[in-house]
């Protein structure tokens, strides 16, 4: 069984994120993993027993709020299997190590924009864990509502390594919702339609199980602003962002982007590299 790593802070935006892939384990059949990382600050100019002190407060009351965490994410979600662990370090090597064993197949975080010093640190955490995670990485906003996964927007160049994200998406969330295939086009370039067609044709030939449809979107400007009012306008419930190393994508979806829709999702969003 596939299992769905969660990172925490115990935040409200956190616990957002901790519910929803709880959420959507529980529709795809998979296993939650909590992971809360902790760091004991302390002055070094203080006595040594001091400092033994503070980490142990650190981890108990960490111990203490994963253990209110689980009860209640267990209490809504009783069919699901949920774990939760604390480590003491810094999150972004805490994360990257668990992922090099291969036991998770989706990470799952909260977010709700950069608007001061903390949520700084954590939007750089979860951009930081886009670029380096091996696995696809599903940002969730703080005022996602009630979990719904019929309505998938896939943002798409027609570039045949798009094909991996898709089978990299299919191994991670296991669902088969309606997939909304989604291009971009400025007035300087001309209207794909035969491309269109064949790449809908191409992706139904892969997953043929999934209901497919394309579409393309004149936009004066590929921004996050275009990106949202795609999303809200088509009612998608997820957006999926294939992240290459060189395509004509990284031109698109330059990593300024993918850093602004990490920290500002409008819905939820998940980051798949290939």
């Known amino acids: 069984m596939n299992s769905i790593l969660?990172?925490?802070?115990?935040?409200?935006?956190?616990?957002?994120?901790?519910?929803?892939?709880?959420?959507?384990?529980?529709?795809?059949?998979?296993?939650?993993?909590?992971?809360?990382?902790?760091?004991?600050?302390?002055?070094?100019?203080?006595?040594?027993?001091?400092?033994?002190?503070?980490?142990?407060?650190?981890?108990?009351?960490?111990?203490a709020a994963m253990k209110n965490l689980l009860e209640g994410l267990t209490s809504q979600f009783p069919s699901v299997d949920i774990e939760g662990e604390c480590v003491k370090g810094f999150m972004i090597d805490v994360?990257?190590?668990?992922?090099?064993?291969?036991?998770?197949?989706l990470v799952v975080m909260g977010t709700k924009g950069v608007t001061n010093i903390a949520e700084s640190i954590f939007g750089s955490t979860t951009y930081e864990v886009i670029k380096k995670s091996p696995v696809p990485v599903l940002v969730v906003p703080l005022d996602?509502?009630?979990?719904?996964?019929?309505?998938?927007?896939?943002?798409?160049?027609?570039?045949?390594?798009?094909?991996?994200a898709l089978f990299a998406f299919q191994q991670a969330i296991n669902l088969t919702p309606h997939l909304s295939m989604l291009h971009f086009y400025t007035e300087k370039?001309?209207?794909?339609?035969?491309?269109?067609?064949?790449?809908?044709?191409?992706?139904?030939?892969?997953?043929?199980?999934?209901a497919v449809s394309c579409k393309a979107t004149l936009v004066e400007k590929v921004d996050i602003n275009a990106v949202t009012r795609e999303a809200k306008g088509d009612k998608l419930?997820?957006?999926?962002?294939?992240?290459?190393?060189?395509?004509?994508?990284?031109?698109?979806?330059?990593?300024s982007l993918t850093k602004a829709i990490a920290n500002y999702p409008m819905v939820p969003s998940l980051f798949i590299r290939t």
């Open 6 to 63: 969660v990172p925490t802070d115990f935040s409200e935006n956190a616990f957002v994120a901790a519910a929803y892939a709880c959420a959507l384990a529980d529709a795809s059949k998979q296993k939650v993993r909590l992971l809360h990382v902790y760091i004991a600050l302390y002055s070094g100019f203080g006595e040594e027993g001091n400092s033994v002190k503070q980490i142990k407060l650190a981890e108990t009351e960490s111990t």
């Open 144 to 164: 996602t509502p009630d979990f719904s996964f019929e309505r998938i927007g896939f943002f798409t160049a027609y570039d045949d390594h798009e094909l991996d």
């Open 189 to 210: 370039d001309r209207k794909p339609e035969k491309e269109l067609a064949h790449w809908q044709r191409k992706v139904e030939a892969a997953f043929p199980d999934w």
């Open 237 to 255: 419930d997820l957006l999926v962002f294939a992240r290459p190393h060189k395509s004509f994508f990284e031109k698109i979806f330059r990593p």
């Open 95 to 105: 994360v990257t190590d668990k992922l090099k064993r291969n036991e998770h197949s």
